[in-house]
């Protein structure tokens, strides 16, 4: 089965949230999504957008400033940037984050979605988790700020593991831009000597915040549906995760898209941490 979506996109689409949604039918056991796009940008930066992806039961992922915005989905296997779960018949939506686009630049756009019954041998990665041995209190180093290729960093997973234990540091700590999709192999790498602790960056348009110790995709698109940012960080805290702003001092638009901090009413508001060491 194929479904297609066209479409153009302009400045007065910055910042927004653009859905395209399809029917799966009951018996589907895999959906490819492909994006293609045209754009000759003559604007100071090109434009950066992303794909989200839901489904009836909710969010399966996106994979944030990344060349590579295809999708792949089965019950045991995902692109990374997106969960493999059990493929729910129903309605499913994919939505273009438009994060950057400037004038002059107009975007053309194709979305082919390819939906298979067929059969797949595909096996699930088995992860698991052995919790490194305490060690009790005292001074320890690590990073809780670093991304994998799930999102937009160079980094397989094992690769930012093997990392941090090239550095001597004693945790690090995955915070893919709006996924969780790499934390459950990155728990299952955690060892004495370097304890992985995970959690999302929640990159919005206008603020990025880090929230600490979620193991789930958490809700980010601040606007959508009168979502506001003290409404996002209270939900954070109130699930026992720890909510930090990261970077507001940044260079922000249109050189690094979200990165400085913009939320009047949150400044910082019920956020108790901020980042103010970081590569930025």
Known sequence: MHRQFDGTLKHQHDKAHIPHSFAV???????????????????VVPPQISLSLFDPAGARGTRHNN???????????????????????GEWTVWIDVHRLLEPDVMTYSI?????????????????????????????????HAHSLHSDA??????LVQFARDYHLDF???????????????????????????????????????????????EWRVGLEGLTMSE??????????????????????????????????MQPGSARHIEIWNES
């Open 25 to 43: 039918p009951d018996g589907t056991t895999a959906i490819s999504i492909t994006l293609d796009y045209t754009c000759e940008s003559q604007a």
């Open 67 to 89: 060349g590579d915005q295809s999708i792949r989905l089965t019950q045991s296997t995902a692109s990374p940037g997106y969960m493999p779960r059990a493929i729910r018949p």
């Open 112 to 144: 082919k979605v390819e939906l298979s019954a067929a059969p797949t041998d595909e096996a699930p990665v088995a992860v698991t988790r052995t919790p490194p041995t305490p060690r009790g209190r005292g001074w320890y180093r690590g990073d809780l």
């Open 154 to 159: 160079r980094f397989e997973v094992a690769e």
């Open 172 to 218: 690090v700590t995955l915070t893919d831009h709006n996924t969780a999709s790499g934390l459950a192999e990155f728990d299952s790498l955690a060892t004495d000597d370097v304890l992985t602790m995970g959690g999302v960056e929640l990159t919005t348009y206008y603020g990025h915040a880090l929230a600490l110790g979620v193991r789930e995709w958490q």
């Open 232 to 265: 996002l960080a209270r939900r954070v805290i109130d699930g026992g995760a720890l909510y930090v702003i990261a970077h507001p001092t940044s260079v922000g638009d249109p050189w690094c898209t979200g990165c400085d901090w913009q939320f009047a009413d």
